[in-house]
């Protein structure tokens, strides 16, 4: 079955930087778009990036310029490297394989905060 495991999240300073990972199973990674969504607290989730099989990228205009993803089709991982944190990027991140609806990880909670 699919599973989708996060993980590289934590407490970060404002201006610090955070690498996250999502690691895939139980499909063809590499046929399918991964994206990253977060959601904070008391609010809707909302999308973040989205990167193709063929390894092209895009972002929210709120993330763009700070925030890259890329992937490992060797290694069935989709990644956030997130730089120039900011409070308002707290949230809990989740990534989604984007085929038959959409499947999704459990999240990895990020908090950025001084």
């Known amino acids: 079955q699919v599973q989708l495991v996060e993980s590289g999240g934590g407490w970060v300073q404002p201006g610090g930087s955070l690498r996250l990972s999502c690691a895939a199973s139980?499909?063809?990674?590499?046929?399918?778009?991964m994206s990253w969504y977060r959601q904070a607290p008391g609010k809707e989730r909302e999308y973040v990036a989205r990167i193709f099989n063929i390894g092209r990228g895009n972002y929210a205009d709120s993330v763009k310029g700070r925030f890259t993803i890329s992937r490992d089709n060797a290694k069935n991982t989709v990644y956030l490297q997130m730089n120039s944190l900011k409070p308002e990027d707290t949230a809990v991140y989740y990534c989604?394989?984007?085929?038959?609806?959409?499947?999704w990880g459990q999240g990895t909670q990020v908090t950025v905060s001084s």
């Open positions: 139980g499909f063809t990674f590499s046929t399918y778009a």
């Open positions: 989604k394989a984007e085929f038959s609806g959409g499947y």
